[in-house]
């Protein structure tokens, strides 16, 4: 059984920055696009970023472009995203998950397996 395990929320004022990470199970981590997605209160889960198997390629949505960095360490089963210049819109619970394709897919059916989440509050 996969487990996904995030760290790294907490509350933040405007323009500061947070890191993400997280831990799988299992020894097949590098196998398997990765990625992030959050959701604030009343609204649905939407994609944050992807990264690819090896780490050379990342995808970001719109609204994080620029300011937010997905990266990760297939050697220690671990992912971050590296959160810069947070603004109060980026408030929200924060999953990681594993894709169920070989594509960095931007839907959450595209991920199979989901942490628990963790809470970033940004202040203004």
């Known amino acids: 059984q996969v487990q996904l395990v995030e760290s790294g929320g907490g509350l933040v004022q405007a323009g500061g920055s947070l890191r993400l990470s997280c831990a799988a199970s299992?020894?097949?981590?590098?196998?398997?696009?990765m990625g992030w997605f959050r959701q604030a209160p009343g609204k649905e889960r939407e994609f944050v970023a992807a990264?690819?198997?090896?780490?050379?390629?990342?995808y970001y949505a719109d609204s994080v472009k620029g300011r937010f960095t997905m990266s990760r360490d297939n050697a220690k089963n671990t992912m971050y995203l590296q959160m810069n210049s947070l603004k109060p819109e980026d408030t929200a619970v924060y999953y990681c998950?594993?894709?169920?394709?070989?594509?960095?897919?931007?839907?959450?059916?595209?991920?199979?397996?989901w942490g628990q989440g963790t809470q970033v509050t940004v202040s203004s």
């Open positions: 299992g020894r097949t981590f590098s196998s398997y696009v």
């Open positions: 990264i690819n198997r090896r780490g050379g390629r990342t």
């Open positions: 998950a594993r894709s169920n394709t070989l594509v960095a897919g931007h839907r959450p059916d595209d991920y199979n397996y």
